[in-house]
């Protein structure tokens, strides 16, 4: 257990919709990382929260966005949803004090979300 | 385009032997780690080895960085079962991570 939590565990949505993923990182890390696990593209970075701000941005669309809430806990909230959003959704989180990948990420259990 | 690049894609091998897996990268970098997963579930931190170190080991696990050529290695030593997962290196890249594709390892008894 990496003390990373995500909910809900798995999103069966339909095209054209919005969903709300959890997360809530491991207690005393102020990072907070979202990444995408698809068959074709891989595990892409989405974007980092470190203490309420965005600190890095990846591949992340434009109908995606996320925060990072005063309890450090973050949602990742997904637009317009079509068929190739379909993919794992992971969480992790890191004790980052300044910059960006000096430190080891925890990942949480993943989200998996169906779009039909 | 992938900062890290794992190879092989896939690796069989007889529990009890040494699994090498490479990781090549396009830019420089600050430090770079490997990771394991087991299928479907989260990523679990191996080993970090920073740009200004040669070799780092964790008990079986035996992580090298050749800086000049831009590449990294992760020796598993007598494997076992429990090994079976994908491999994957990340390296930073203007401050973002980039995940390689990953290394899908093997153990057969």
């Known amino acids: 257990d990496s003390g990373v939590t995500q909910t809900p565990k798995h999103l069966i949505t339909a095209t054209g919709q919005r969903v709300t993923l959890r997360c809530s990182p491991r207690?005393?890390?102020?990072?907070v990382y979202w990444y995408q696990q698809s068959l074709d593209q891989g595990l892409q970075f989405l974007i980092q929260?470190?203490?309420?701000?965005?600190?890095a941005k990846g591949n992340i669309l434009e109908r995606f966005s996320a925060q990072q809430f005063p309890d450090l806990h973050s949602e990742l909230n997904l637009s317009s949803l079509e068929l190739g959003d379909s993919a794992l959704y992971f969480c992790?989180?890191?004790?980052?004090?300044?910059?960006?990948?000096?430190?080891?990420?925890?990942f949480g259990p993943g989200t998996r979300l169906t779009v039909l | 385009s992938q900062q890290g690049e794992e190879d092989p894609q896939a690796l069989s091998i007889q529990e009890g032997e040494n699994a090498t897996m490479n990781c090549s990268y396009k830019t420089s970098i600050n430090n770079l780690q490997w990771y394991r997963q087991n299928s479907g579930r989260g990523l679990v931190h191996l080993i970090l080895?920073?740009?200004?170190?040669r070799e780092k080991h964790s008990g079986r696990l035996r992580v090298t960085l050749d800086t000049s050529k831009k590449s990294s290695s992760l020796l598993i030593t007598a494997s076992r079962a429990a090994d079976t997962a994908s491999y994957f290196c990340?390296?930073?890249?203007?401050?973002?991570?980039?995940f390689g594709k990953g290394t899908r390892l093997h153990i057969l008894p």
């Open positions: 992790a989180s890191s004790v980052e004090l300044a910059g960006a990948f000096y430190n080891e990420q925890f």
């Open positions: 207690s005393g890390d102020l990072s």
């Open positions: 929260y470190y203490n309420g701000e965005e600190r």
């Open positions: 080895i920073r740009s200004n170190e």
């Open positions: 990340a390296t930073d890249r203007d401050d973002k991570i980039i």
